[in-house]
């Protein structure tokens, strides 16, 4: 499961001719060394037994570049399942020859740690294979309510930063549909800060359609838009006043964000010490 985001079609690139499954381990075997590579498998005692468990396992056994292995095993289960599940992974090691690390969600430990975010106001959610706890976490941490208290901090704690939250009356009398329609799924009710700040946006192909409605939305109010993509014909150039392309190369497996963060955290650092040297205006 890939931990990015791509709307729109994803090209399928069929398997034309005779895959070298052993140059590929080669490969990957080389490349580990530089990059670390670590496996995260979900699981469910339920599949104790199963063919299709036995045969990751099985498969798991002859790969030689995982740095680390994590397997998260959900559902209701004795200690005695938890035992006959880690016999089941004997025999896996990692690069350095460690065993995985087998992750209980019933155990007291880690029930334990659940129980803690949800006494933070963290629902972890419910239990389950592939369950995204983290990712329902933040969706009931970070509100748009919490965006807009941590703008008001920043501002208080800087004088050249000024905030204004924008209720969500306020938001639809200005015509902004694409912006609600974000926060459609959330309970808290829209909140958008400073009417007359400039717009930063990031996106690649295939281009999200949320973040081009947004960013058109801007444009047409006469809201400065900064774009960071990756070709000068990309739809976000359209809408933007200055357009950054950072050059995203066909050859790698998934998009990289580093470049595109260090560069937004740059624009943001210059913008805020030049602020500073006008005093704030």
Not at 56 to 66: E, F, K, S, T
Not at 71 to 79: D, L
Not at 117 to 139: F, I, N, Q, W, Y
Not at 195 to 217: C, E, H, M, W
């Amino acid at each position: 499961m890939a931990d990015f985001h791509q709307g729109g079609s994803i090209t399928t690139l069929h398997r034309l001719g005779r895959s070298d499954v052993e140059r590929l381990e080669r490969e990957l075997l080389q490349h580990s060394r530089a990059r670390p590579v670590a496996l995260v498998l979900p699981c469910l005692f339920s599949e104790l037994g199963g063919p299709a468990l036995k045969g990751i396992v099985d498969g798991l056994r002859g790969v030689h570049y995982l740095s680390e292995i994590v397997v998260s095993i959900s559902g209701p289960a004795a200690r005695a399942d938890y035992e006959q599940m880690r016999s089941l992974f004997d025999g896996v090691t990692t690069l350095s020859g460690q065993p995985p690390v087998l992750l209980w969600n019933s155990g007291q430990r880690v029930q334990a740690l659940l129980e803690t975010l949800r006494e933070e106001g963290l629902e972890p959610g419910s239990d389950g294979k592939g369950a995204a706890a983290v990712e329902t976490a933040l969706r009931a941490f970070v509100t748009p309510r919490y965006l807009a208290e941590a703008a008001r901090d920043l501002a208080k704690a800087h004088k050249s930063v000024r905030t204004r939250v924008l209720e969500e009356g306020e938001i639809r009398k200005l015509g902004m549909g694409s912006f609600l329609s974000v926060t459609r799924g959330s309970d808290e009710p829209a909140r958008l800060i400073g009417p007359k700040d400039a717009l930063l946006v990031v996106s690649f192909r295939n281009y999200t359609p949320d973040v081009l409605a947004i960013a058109q939305d801007c444009h047409k109010r006469g809201v400065p838009v900064v774009s960071i993509t990756d070709h000068a014909l990309s739809p976000l150039a359209l809408h933007s006043r200055v357009c950054f392309q950072i050059d995203e190369r066909p050859t790698r497996p998934f998009p990289m964000l580093v470049a595109p963060l260090c560069l937004a955290q740059a624009l943001v650092v210059a913008v805020g010490e030049a602020l500073t040297e006008k005093g704030g205006k």
